[in-house]
């Protein structure tokens, strides 16, 4: 395995590179925006931070990042655009995807542990099954940073001889990786917000997967650190929308404390921003905490040999309803914040104006959704979740 030495290799590098990479994302905003994907010199930037790394451990030369060291580099380049929070929080699976691969297949796949993967993981394509593999077919949505990506990791239903397989009993699903170049992209994303992420749908058309290549997240082939867990893809998701809400909040204030009220007396001694600016800080800062609470919780229960079912059932609910809430509490702050600049908020290029509509794209996204509700409640009276958070879908 060949890796640059340059990029940074450690948790405290890669967040000191990625907060120091941020003004310039910001600077490029509008861009990468107009764009509707990240320019190839952005995606290079972000590969120099050691961003797509992140999930690569130790033993292959990577840096092991822990979840909530993931988290805050998610964090911090999301700080300097939404976009290229988004898709570093996506690119950086490929470490976390090589847990659930052969060893050897995936040191073939990755000679690199600065390559980036994309790919939706719920089960829209068909996987027939072939003599050492699966004949590949489908349509997929929401391939995040599918533009820049070397490997594209997609869900299928099984089938065989193009009927559902196993013939009895619920129809199986698998995961098989493709490289980019046997996927056509559809430029479909034209969208509210979001839009420098490149999330366009794609199509594979009859491709052949080995066997080697395909994985499920109940099948740990390669790893047995707290990374190596079925809803690991999920976990530094909430850096996306905190970074979004901390970059509102600052640029909010900075705002304030510049301006001047008609006929005297500063912005930052008016009582109605000064209420509004610290009922969305509180909301901010008890959120984090949720976040990283329940994250921790749960690494130190798995970093210490334990697995998800040693959580308790509080502990357990935690990690989807953090999430969830870190999701719609930013779109909360940046909504109440556009409210208080008021015509000022309305004007592009206005941050305002563009973070609104990216936390309002984001929450579309099904960890924001109600159905997490009904999996968290589910874990709390000890019933059957509706929802199977083991996919980790990302995308």
């Not at 908020?345 to 959704?369: F, G, K, N």
């Amino acid at each position: 395995m060949s890796n640059n030495p340059a990029v940074p290799n450690t948790a405290a590098e890669i967040l000191a590179a990625a907060k120091a990479l941020a003004p310039q994302l910001r600077e490029r905003s509008v861009e990468i925006e107009q764009n509707r994907r990240l320019p190839a010199d952005v995606v290079e930037l972000i590969r120099g931070t050691g961003a797509f790394r992140m999930g690569f451990s130790k033993a292959w030369g990577g840096p092991e990042l822990t979840s909530i060291e993931q988290t805050e580099v998610v964090e911090a380049l999301a700080y300097g655009d939404t976009s290229a929070g988004w898709c570093a929080m996506i690119g950086m699976d490929s470490g976390l995807y090589a847990n659930f691969l052969d060893e050897v297949t995936a040191k073939e796949m990755f000679p690199s542990i600065d390559m980036a993967t994309a790919g939706l993981l719920f089960p829209t394509g068909k996987a027939d099954r072939v003599p050492g593999g699966y004949r590949l077919t489908g349509r997929w949505q929401f391939g995040s940073g599918i533009t820049q990506a070397d490997w594209v990791v997609s869900g299928a239903f099984i089938t065989e001889g193009g009927k559902p397989w196993p013939a009895e009993g619920p129809q199986d699903s698998i995961l098989l990786v493709v490289p980019r170049a046997e996927v056509e992209v559809i430029d479909t994303w034209h969208t509210t917000g979001l839009a420098g992420s490149g999330s366009c749908d794609y199509t594979i058309t009859d491709v052949f997967v080995p066997d080697r290549r395909t994985m499920t997240f109940g099948d740990v082939r390669n790893g047995e650190s707290p990374l190596a867990q079925p809803e690991v893809h999920m976990r530094n998701m909430p850096g996306v929308p905190l970074g979004v809400a901390r970059a509102a909040l600052d640029w909010v204030r900075d705002q304030v404390v510049a301006k001047s009220q008609p006929g005297g007396g500063g912005w930052n001694d008016n009582w109605r921003m000064q209420v509004a600016l610290a009922e969305c800080e509180a909301d901010y800062n008890a959120t984090r905490s949720a976040v990283y609470g329940a994250m921790r919780r749960q690494w130190e229960v798995l970093a210490d040999g334990g697995t998800m079912d040693d959580l308790t059932a509080d502990e357990r609910a935690a990690l989807p309803l953090s999430r969830l809430h870190a999701f719609r509490t930013a779109r909360s702050i940046v909504m109440r914040l556009y409210d208080l600049m008021q015509t000022g908020s309305i004007y592009r290029p206005s941050p305002l104006d563009r973070w609104l509509r990216d936390t309002m794209t984001m929450c579309q996204h099904v960890v924001a959704q109600d159905k997490i509700l009904q999996t968290a409640g589910a874990y709390l009276l000890g019933s059957k979740p509706g929802f199977p958070l083991s996919l980790g879908i990302t995308g």
